[in-house]
């Protein structure tokens, strides 16, 4: 039986890119092992349903996609928290029997994309929760959120989970879209190369107009107001370059508002393992440097999916492909014809896809003007309580990095890691000293998640703890 | 050309930051000079830790004044640095550790630091958070730590205050005798130009010596630290192993440093680059036998960082042979704890002022004999 530590290739993610990425790699006949922290494949796209309710909304790609990967050679280590990968390459896991180690010759990081909120004062009260967080809800439990909901923010995930509240009968009070409607106008071409998705927003957008949601275009949300909870939402329009007009505020009463502001790459592993990166506002924010097969600064590792650029789920299985296939011909399982040959449609469907997630990127992203309106004491980072006012003290002081910041401020010290406030940290520093180059990010370190001690440690006994030698007296 | 400072200082840790801060302030038109940012190498991601427990013994002297210098850091440095004086325990749970414990304890005291051997009872009274199993306690009032990472901060203020020229993100390429005194090129190609120096590298001194076409080899540790959440306080002191392989304590705002130098990976050229998972099990496995109610925390964070030793463990503190006006300070062993004592003796040295305990002389060090003064 061969080793059940030792594989040719680890996959870290089981979205659309790590199973794409494990099926290909597989295929060629490399020995490959595939990771996530969820108990079934999929990732955030084709979560997979925990209640019957879910189960009613489920997408058929998903059910495809796992059954396939289940047909497959692919070692499947799911329920996983990954807490630390070094020396090309170790894996340590938290698994459901305890610590777990594997060795792979080779490693594919494709672990998705978080979600970006940008800060307003009361946007950490309950009852704001990201986009991501409702689609999670819709998706596993079928569960509404709230009475009375507001869907705020940018991109095609706000009228995706509009359209969700309201087929699973729940009630949104208002969609409030950063992009005007010169914005989308401007989009649509670009959007209309994938026929599909474009039929399917038209489709949200029925239903939303069925249900005459009041739907506010170049508006953002400015405040969250209430005593323990969210009671009212405060909405401002926005002029072209994303500054509030404070003037025309008003009120909508809400019990649950649902807001993001696009996606950041999750791309932590390509970070700790000191990947070179460039920060690449369309792709949200910093990406890991890759060839057009994933192949990242460091031998071997590969990074691919939303993890290594936000650019969809298509786009996503795609570069999952390509790097399954580097990572076997890199591994001499497949001729470097084999893998061209393969490679090519991948490559010809690549054009396309960028022009589509480059029009959906400009939707999503950030205005610049939202940034800068973002008011000094409203908290930036939510682990720490660190508003906008003590990080550009901490420049005053002479911060001029993010780490440094970091540092002076305890911003993104939690156990978030910095992953909720990274980029708007990054964009406010930027906005009194340079370059988000300059500023860079904050140096990737272990663990990737937080992890308990109880369950690091395990039960031991003192005399086996390879204590090393006392340093001299 | 006529230099525009009196005096440059290379390298903005504990040590250069310090001399810098202090010959300032009596006078010298001082520059500072560092690659990255202020106090981000060991001064800035060290565990803080004020203790005579793990300070070498030759040193004891020197850290016990230091420490009186931490405690009251508000007052001279005039900034925060979130320093906390509490009782330390240094534990035995072995045989072998109590063996070690009552030798070394011994000689610390006679060096002059104030620690008693006390029993497991004893040692749960002054740590209610103690797991089962000690033995023997060493017990030092003389401890506490420091918020390490405000280092930077508190000193950048100081520094400014002082008036010294701060130049971060500057690496010095270079250094020449020029003009009655030394020429610093930069990476930038910008020349700066004083009529003193000090090197003050950290694990860099190595490189840096070479400027002067000395070879001192300096050894690299990389140690590992790891951070958890915040949690309800779990211990009130600091807490330390025989074998110094442990540190542990509280910050008032909740969360846990845990150390005691376990080796990760990395180099001069890369930093602390990555961990080694088996040895942060180790060092955190000792961590909660120690202090049990950790468990119930998570890690949130580790990181690695780089430390200088000498060939012979002891400091580097003094002029730079055959070199008029120009020294070196560093490779001192828990260095962050005695780091400003010993750099006000070496600030002194360079402001003509008799040192009050004796400075650790770069001779001894020399790979090869030192060149003769250039005429
Ligand atoms: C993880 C860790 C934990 C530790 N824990 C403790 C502890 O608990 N208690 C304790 O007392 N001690 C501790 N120490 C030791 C202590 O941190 C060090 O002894 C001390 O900080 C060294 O200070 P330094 O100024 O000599 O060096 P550093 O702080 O390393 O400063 C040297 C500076 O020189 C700069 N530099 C290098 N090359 C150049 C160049 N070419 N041009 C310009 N600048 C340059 C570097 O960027 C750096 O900022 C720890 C060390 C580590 C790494």
New binding site residues.
Partial sequence: MSDPTVFDLAVIGAGPAGCAAAIAAAEAGARVVLFDEQEEAGGQIYRAPRTPAGRACVERDGETLRSTLAASDVALRLGRRIWSVTERFRIDALGPDGPETVRAQALVAATGAYERIVPFPGWTLPGVIGLAAATVLLKTEGRVPGRRIVVAGAGPLLAAVAAKILAAGGCVVGLVDVSSPADWLRATPRLATKPSLLAQGAAWAARIAAARVPVLFGHAVVAAEGETALTRVGVAPLSRNGAPDLARLRWEEADVMAVGNGLVPGGEIAKVLRAEHVHVPERGGWVPKRDRWGRTTIPRLYAAGDGAGIAGAGPAARTGRLAGLAAAHDLGFSGAEAVEVAGRTAFREAGRDRRFSDAVSRLMMPRAGQIAAVPAETVVCRCEDVTRAEIEEAVQAGARTLDQVKAFTRCGMGPCQGRMCGETAGDIVTLQVGTRGAVGWWTGRPPLRPVPLADLVGTFDYGDIPVPKPAPL | MIPSYDLAV????????TVALLCARAGLKTVL????DL?????????????MQ?TRVALIPYALRAHAMWASARDWLGHDVGVVVCDGLSLAFTEGEEELLAYRAGRRREAGAPIELVGPARAAEIEPGLGPGVRLAGYCRVDGFAN?YLSGLAYGAALREAGVAIRDN????AVEPSGGGYALTTKTGETIRARRIVL?????LE??LSWFGLRVPIKV?V???GVTERMAPVMRTVVGIASGLL?LKQYPHGTVVI?G?WQGRGDRERG?VELAPESLIGNIRLACHAVPGLAASRLARAW?????ETADALPIAGPIPGHEDAYA???????????PYIAALLADRILGREPALPLFPLDRLLAEPAPTVPA
């Fill in positions: 290379v390298g903005a840790g504990v040590h250069g930051g000079v560092e690659r990255g106090f981000r190498e060991a001064s800035g991601v060290n565990a803080g830790t004020l203790t793990m390490a500057t690496p010095v390429t003050a590298g950290g694990v860099w490189p840096m540790l140690n590992q630290l540190s150390g130098g602390g690695a960082g780089l430390e200088a300070i560093g490779s001192v062993h828990s260095g962050y704890t005695s780091g």
